[in-house]
């Protein structure tokens, strides 16, 4: 495995709609393989037919964007639920779902957030897939109600404390490393958060369309390679071990 894997982004966004077969042709000279995410019925379905379309090098996972399940409508809600059930046998993990306190700041919306949470969790156990979780500002509160449930997670684009990274890891789950880290630079808090994250508990990511590390373009899965350099600079370990560790990472991690 001399190249690294892009362990989450969204290439059944509209983002892509035009161009992403040139997309995925850049993506296969650099990357092994791509696990693409849908969060609603439509992207949901989109990811499947780009996984059948590009068999082999793109996997989908189907969740829902946490900041927005408050104000989804059950209906919705329960189609995507019924979509993973349908297509289980295809997905390689349940995700993204989780928490978001930066968006969601009101009581009885974070109370639903959680709720929403816990039954991907219920499901997820229920159908024996990985979860990949999506946390911000929240979490310890994820970690604690993932610790509830049998699943193995992997803290996607995590930017949380260094220390819970390390507990995530220590109980055998994944830390994904983002190009979020990239356009930071490496900062105090970068390196130690990057520190904090064993090799053999990490993985990389782009979020793409998102987190582009050239300011105001597009991300696509082929600009991983610059989060797996940082980490290899901040380890002080040869950017071909990193690549291979993270690669073999995500290939246990996943269902697939
Ligand atoms: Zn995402």
Redesign the pocket.
Known sequence: MNRPVDA?C?LCFDHFRRDVDEVVERARERVLRVYD?GVTPGTARRTLELARRFEGFVFPTIGLHPPRAPRMQDRAIDEIVRLIREHADELAAIG?IGLDYHYVKRSKERERMREVFERFLRLAEELDKPVVI?AREAEEDAFRILREHDVTAMF??YDGPPELARRIAEEGHYVSLSTIHVIRGPTDRTRRLLESVPLDRALTET?SP?LSPERGRRNEPANVWRIVELVAEVKGEPVGRVVETTAENALEFYDR
Do not use: A, I, K, R
Request: negative net charge; charged residues 20%; contains cysteine.
């Open positions: 989450h969204h995410c993204e999506h996607h684009c979020d998102y």
